[in-house]
């Protein structure tokens, strides 16, 4: 008697192609920040200084951040001797991918400058530093402006040091 062997049906074939490729390992995405040679990881904390610094270049920008944020780092400063100055991603929020990242700054603009131009080179800006900084593709920059700096204010928002808080 010969082994004979029953041919599979389309369907048959199809569902066995499918598992196939199931189980097998997806292939590795290949990008700036995923190479053949090895994968980069980046922190979030990195993501959001430089963020946050590229936000404070931005011209109209007095300050980062809410104000109940900077009284406590004021606060905070004092208490343990600090320098006063901010922490370089304080109003700085993000939420980061494999190779994407969405950027939230919250800002406090000179009196005087204009809101949607200051948010919008605050957009560019961001874009541009944490893109090239870290070859994460940046998906969207939201800008809170949660207080306007006026002139008569420098008096109340000096550190211990008699530097402007911002």
Known sequence: MSDTVIPQTVEER???????????????????????H???????????????MAAREVPGV????NAARRAISSVTNRVTGGTGQASVSDGVS???G???ATVSVSVVVE??????????????NVIRAVEFGTGLEVVS???????????????????TAGAPLR
Do not use: C
């Open 14 to 36: 199809q569902s066995a192609a499918a598992k196939a490729a199931a189980d097998a390992p997806a292939p590795k995405q290949i990008d700036a920040l995923h190479t053949e």
């Open 98 to 100: 494999e190779s994407q």
């Open 62 to 65: 007095y300050a980062m951040g």
């Open 94 to 96: 993000i939420e980061k």
């Open 111 to 124: 009196y005087g400058a204009s809101i949607v131009t200051v948010s919008e080179q605050i957009r560019e």
């Open 38 to 52: 090895g994968d980069t990881t980046i922190a979030d904390t990195v993501v959001a200084k430089i963020a946050g």
């Open 141 to 159: 920059v939201d800008v809170n402006v949660s207080d306007v700096h006026l002139p008569d204010e420098d008096d109340d928002a000096v550190d």
